[in-house]
């Protein structure tokens, strides 16, 4: 048997393994234990058969196991499906560098386009490759050839021979005796709902790990789109001046009028607007992060296309995006100024708190930029920007989002604003202890509605099963059990004040 087909094999086995271990932890959901044991055991597999391709962690390779195991950990710790959701997105980054770099990428050095690359063949070997694995990398002839295989697919064609005949028989022994009847009954009564359930979990789980494995390890996708990928269209320093001239000169406009409202304050706004400043901020700040957002791969794909046989074409190019850079500074700086502003009139959101933490990533994502891209190292930037975005999720683990909202509004209602004590009692369980910690300070309408969400939200209603087991969630519930009797007493009292 050829060594490919033997670790094609394996391949298939521990898919097989952890299509069931998938079944049996990740039903349950919302995921915490179960998850991390999960993407543990994924990772533990992927270095245990990189034996066998020992380039495919080489080097750098073995760091990017690290965040796989952080960022699956992190589902023990926090419960705020905004920080989950960020947690996915970067274990499907470190999962895709890490098979890029088994097909002899190179992560510190490669550009976007590459690790974008590494982002699309993950996927398509995640969905496709299986079927590559199953009809081309197994030699089946080579299998059957072996003797314990030989017997296996005995065996395998007798059970599929008996099917029938156990079908007749069964049934007219069934038919013959009420009694047997009753027994057959019993033993073959499935739940074909929950049977099919178990079958497409199962099924999926062991998919996209055979298919991921069989990349990491057998797959030349990398050097194949290598070979197809067609010549990289270019353009002169005059068609890529003009357009980021022209975007400068409109930034620069729209920053002389930024500089007048910030001088002018409250007063020039109203005056001039007819709004209320905190209406004049929250009307543009969502704007100005998406300007902010499209300028970097504005520049990045500008940096691309320009043509690079003239060094003054770079000293151009770097004076324009320079500048550039600069006027996105103060766009930047007016977008958490108008963003200040709303939250001193309506509180802190989760939709508030987390394009100002994007925006902060931008910022030294363009600092990078002019580190790495404007003094000719673009290769350097792709690691850079994700080391960052890796850094960002990290320090918002630390903050606790939610439990940072709480607190905030309580502050802003202690000044006399309105306590949304509705949005703040439906964050997750990050937020419950200090909410409990800072319901004696509330009106006693917003401690009626929120100590009555807090109980029926957090009041085990039995055993939690421990696949869901989550730290942030564990604390709520005794939080709640502990301080159940003031929380009922805030309930009822505002109940008896309707009255």
């Known amino acids: 048997m050829s060594e490919r087909t033997k670790v094609a094999l394996r391949i298939v086995a521990v898919a097989l393994v952890l299509g069931a271990l998938g079944d049996a932890l990740l039903r349950e959901i919302p995921w915490g234990l179960n998850f991390f044991l999960w993407v543990a055991a994924l990772t533990v597999v992927v270095y245990e058969l990189s034996s066998w391709r020992p380039e495919s962690l080489a080097g750098s390779g073995r760091w990017l196991l690290l965040p796989l195991f952080a960022f699956a950990a992190a589902f023990l710790w926090r419960d705020s499906l905004t920080l989950k959701l960020l947690n996915i997105l970067a274990l499907l980054v470190a999962f895709s560098l890490i098979l890029f770099h088994a097909q002899g990428g190179r992560v510190k050095v490669a550009g976007l386009t590459e690790y974008a690359l590494g982002g699309v063949i993950a996927g398509i070997n995640a969905a496709f490759a299986p079927f590559f694995l199953l009809l081309g990398d197994i030699q089946w002839k080579e299998v059957q050839s072996d003797r314990l295989s030989r017997r296996t697919f005995a065996v395998g064609r007798g059970v599929l021979l ?98 007048r409202y910030f001088f002018g304050g409250a007063a020039l706004v109203q005056a001039t607007m007819k709004l209320t400043y905190a209406e004049y901020a929250r009307r543009g700040f969502f704007e100005l992060v998406t300007v902010t957002a499209l300028a970097l791969p504005l520049l990045l794909f500008a940096h691309w296309l320009l043509r690079k046989d003239d060094p003054r074409a770079d000293l151009v190019f770097q004076f324009l995006a320079g500048g550039q850079l600069l006027l996105l500074a103060v766009i930047m700086v007016s977008a958490i100024q108008r963003m200040r502003l709303y939250q001193r009139e309506y509180g802190l959101t989760e ?149």
């Open 162 to 259: 008996s099917l029938p005949l156990l079908l007749i028989f069964g049934g007219l022994l069934v038919a013959a005796d009420a009694v047997f009847k009753v027994i057959v009954t019993d033993i073959l009564r499935i739940n074909f709902d929950r049977l099919i359930l178990h079958a497409c979990v199962t099924g999926f789980c062991a998919w996209i790990a055979a298919g991921y494995l069989r990349g990491a390890l057998l797959g030349k996708d990398r050097d194949f789109a290598a070979r197809q990928a067609p010549a990289r269209p270019t353009l002169g320093i005059i068609e890529i001046g003009t357009v980021l001239a022209l975007l400068d000169l409109l930034f620069f406009a729209f920053v002389l009028v930024q500089l």
């Open 351 to 499: 939709q508030r708190l987390y394009p100002t933490a994007f925006m902060a990533w931008l910022a030294v994502v363009f600092v990078w930029f002019a580190l790495t891209v404007l003094r000719g190292h673009r290769e350097r930037f792709a690691f850079g920007a994700m080391m960052a975005g890796f850094v960002l999720v990290a320090t918002l683990h630390v903050l606790n989002p939610d439990a940072l909202i709480v607190r905030a509004n309580a502050a802003h209602a202690g000044q006399g604003h309105r306590f949304d004590a509705h949005y703040v009692s439906r964050l997750s369980a990050d937020a419950v202890p200090d909410l409990i910690a800072v319901l004696p300070r509330l009106a006693p309408s917003d401690q009626c509605i929120a100590a009555g969400e807090l109980l029926r939200s957090w009041s085990p209603a039995g055993e939690p099963d421990w696949r869901t087991w989550n730290y942030s969630r564990t604390r709520a519930v005794m939080a709640v059990q502990q301080n159940a009797t003031n929380l009922r007493q805030m309930t009822c009292s505002q109940e008896r004040a309707g009255q």
